[in-house]
C-alpha cells in the first residue's frame, strides 16, 4: 500500500477533511495502521481493533500508554506553566536537571550538569559541540561506529556510521570518522591527533540490537582516557531502564565523559538531554549553545514523573525479570535462531529463509505490534510495566505467525 492508497481509507479520509492524499511529506512511507487509544501494552486503531504493543513507539513508552501517573502530571503542568524561555528559570526543569545528574552520580559517572533539548539528535547535535568545542580548532574529528544510529539532522546523520544513509545528502559535513563496532584496534587506528571524541551506544539498537562487550567498552574508555579524548555513550534507547540498569553504560562499569538521553526519559513527551561530567561541561559557556524549547516545564514535568514512577516501581528490575521471561520464551520458539539485547530491548534473530518484515506484517495482522529492525532480526521492546499475560498473549502470536 502507498501512503496515497493508506489516506485514501474512508476513516482516515474522514480525518483529511475529505482529501485522499497524504497530508504528510512522505519521509516515513505508508504508515500500515492508525492508532487512536493506547493503555498500557495495548493500542487501538481507529477500526476498534486492539493490539499489543511490544515496540513501545520505539523504545519510548516504558511506562505504558496513557499512564495515569504521566498524564497527570502533565495535565497539571499545562494548567500550571508550560514555557518561559531560558532568560529565566523554572522549578521543573531545575528539579528534573538535579534529578538526573543524582542518578547518572549514582550510576557512577560522577558529578555532573545537564543541557535538555527535545530529541535524540537534537541532545547528540550538542554533543558534537561539546567534542569540537572540548578539542579546539584542528582537533574537532568524532570517531562513532559502522550501524550506528545517532539521529537524522545533519550533524547528528554524519555522525552515524551508515554510509547510505549519507549518499542521498553528500557532501556530509566535514569531521568525522568511523570505527568497526567492537573492534578495539579498528577504533585504534582512527585515532589521530585530529579526534576530539569517540561516541558509542552500548547496544547498537536501529543497528539490529548489537550489544557491546563490556571489555570493549572498558578498553575504548582506557583508550580515550590515555589520549585526553572524550568517550561519550549514546544512550537514547538503552537509558532509563530498558536495558534493566537505569543506564546501559552500566552494564560494562564505565565511567563516560558525556551522555545522551531521549526516548524512555519522556514516555512519549518529546524531550531529551546531553549530561557532561563537571569538567567537560565547563566548556561550553553562554552563547555557544542553546534552544528555544530546551527544559521547558512541561517537557521536564514528564521527565520528573518518569524518574519517580521509574523508582517506585523499581523499573531497572522489572526490566531484568520481564525480559528473562521474554528471551528464554523467544528462544524456545523453532523459528528463532537467537535472541539478543539486555532487559527488554530484544533482537530476535530469525533462522535463515525467514524474513524479519514478513514477520512484521503477520504479527500485525494478528495484533501484534513489533519491529524488523533488519533483514532477518525482529526487534521486541515493550512496556517495561508488560505483564507476565501480555508476554504470553505475543509469544503465542508469534508461535503462530512463524508455524
Ligand atoms: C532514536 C535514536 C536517536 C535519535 O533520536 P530522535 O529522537 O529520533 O532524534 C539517537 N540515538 C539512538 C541510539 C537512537 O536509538
Redesign the pocket.
Known amino acids: 500500500m502507498t501512503s496515497h492508497q493508506f489516506y485514501e481509507t474512508q476513516k482516515a479520509k474522514d480525518i483529511n477533511h475529505g482529501h485522499d492524499y497524504c497530508p504528510f511529506i512522505p519521509v516515513f512511507g505508508p504508515p500500515a495502521v492508525m492508532f487512536e487509544r493506547g493503555e498500557g501494552t495495548q493500542l487501538w486503531s481507529i477500526d476498534g481493533k486492539r493490539y499489543l504493543d511490544f515496540l513501545s513507539g ?2 519510548v513508552v516504558s511506562l505504558g500508554h496513557a499512564n495515569p501517573v504521566i498524564a497527570q502530571a502533565i495535565a497539571q503542568q499545562a494548567q500550571t506553566l508550560v514555557h518561559v524561555s531560558n532568560f529565566f528559570a523554572n522549578t521543573v526543569a531545575t528539579e528534573a536537571a538535579v534529578q538526573l545528574s543524582e542518578l547518572m552520580r549514582d550510576a557512577g559517572a560522577g558529578d555532573g550538569q545537564v543541557f535538555f533539548c ?7 547535535e550538542a554533543a558534537i559541540k561539546l567534542a569540537r568545542k572540548f578539542g579546539g580548532r584542528g582537533r574537532h574529528v568524532m570517531v562513532s561506529a559502522y550501524g ?6 545533519l550533524g ?1 546523520l554524519a555522525l552515524t556510521g551508515q554510509p547510505a544513509k549519507h549518499e542521498p545528502f553528500q557532501p556530509m559535513p566535514d569531521g568525522f570518522k568511523y570505527c568497526e563496532f567492537g573492534d578495539l584496534a579498528s577504533l585504534e587506528a582512527t585515532l589521530d591527533s585530529s579526534v576530539s571524541a569517540v561516541m558509542l ?1 552500548p547496544i ?3 543497528g539490529g540490537v548489537v550489544p557491546a562487550e563490556a571489555s570493549y567498552l572498558q578498553a575504548v574508555q582506557k583508550l580515550c582516557n590515555e589520549r585526553g579524548i572524550l568517550f561519550i555513550i ?5 537509558g532509563f531502564c530498558r536495558t534493566g540498569k537505569w543506564f546501559g553504560f552500566e552494564h560494562a562499569g564505565v565511567q563516560p565523559d558525556a551522555v ?1 538521553f ?2 524512555g526519559m519522556g514516555n512519549g513527551m ?1 524531550v ?1 538531554a546531553l549530561w557532561a561530567r563537571k569538567d567537560v561541561a565547563s566548556v561550553l559557556q553562554p552563547g555557544d549553545h542553546g534552544s528555544t524549547y530546551s527544559g521547558t516545564a512541561l517537557a521536564t514535568s514528564a521527565v520528573l514523573a518518569v524518574i519517580s514512577e521509574m523508582k517506585r516501581l523499581n523499573a531497572p528490575e522489572m526490566a531484568v525479570r520481564q525480559g528473562a521471561k521474554l528471551k528464554v520464551a523467544l528462544e524456545a520458539l523453532p523459528s528463532i535462531d537467537h535472541v539478543r539485547g539486555s532487559g527488554l530491548l530484544l533482537g530476535a534473530q530469525l533462522v535463515p529463509g525467514i524474513e524479519a518484515k514478513d514477520v512484521y506484517t503477520a504479527a500485525l495482522e494478528n495484533g501484534l505490534v513489533i519491529n524488523a529492525v533488519n533483514a532477518n532480526t525482529i526487534r521486541l521492546a515493550p512496556p517495561l510495566t508488560v505483564s507476565d499475560a501480555e508476554i504470553e498473549e505475543a509469544v503465542s502470536i508469534l508461535a503462530k505467525v512463524l508455524a
Open positions: 520505539i523504545a527535545n530529541s535524540g539528535a537534537e541532545a547528540n550506528s544510529f545517532h539521529g537524522r539532522t547528528a551506544e547498537q539498537g536501529e549514546d544512550e537514547v534507547q538503552t545522551t531521549a526516548k518529546p531529551g
